[in-house]
């Protein structure tokens, strides 16, 4: 089992670049690939950025990329979500989710095999 807890959420201004934390514990944090998706209200859950075990690997939806940065510190079994010049269509909901087996595409809610209870995101002009 793999447990998740994201922080750093909250109300933040257009162009604030708030930074988001998902702790884990569980299993051996550096075995396994994480990522970010987030859900607006009244919109299916979307990807943001994913990172593999070593961090020698990331991917960005294009919505984000340029602004935001995922990084992980495996010795503190930590994934960072760093946002810049954030925007009113970047609220939303913000999971982290962890991959442990390493099957699927990284960008697929089906590939996570455990997620986070979400924290809140919400951009105001």
């Known amino acids: 089992q793999v447990q998740l807890v994201e922080s750093g959420g909250g109300l933040v201004q257009a162009g604030g670049s708030p930074r988001l934390s998902c702790a884990t514990s569980?299993?051996?944090?550096?075995?396994?690939?994480m990522a970010w998706f987030r859900q607006a209200p009244g919109k299916e859950r979307e990807f943001v950025a994913a990172?593999?075990?070593?961090?020698?690997?990331?991917y960005y939806s294009d919505s984000v990329k340029g602004r935001f940065t995922i990084s992980r510190d495996n010795a503190k079994n930590t994934v960072y979500l760093q946002m810049n010049s954030l925007k009113p269509e970047d609220t939303a909901v913000y999971y982290c989710?962890?991959?442990?087996?390493?099957?699927?595409?990284?960008?697929?809610?089906?590939?996570?095999?455990?997620w986070g209870q979400g924290t809140q995101v919400t951009v105001s002009l």
């Open positions: 989710a962890a991959d442990v087996d390493y099957r699927g595409s990284y960008n697929q809610i089906s590939t996570y095999d455990y």
């Open positions: 569980g299993r051996t944090f550096s075995n396994y690939a």
């Open positions: 990172i593999s075990w070593s961090g020698g690997t990331i």
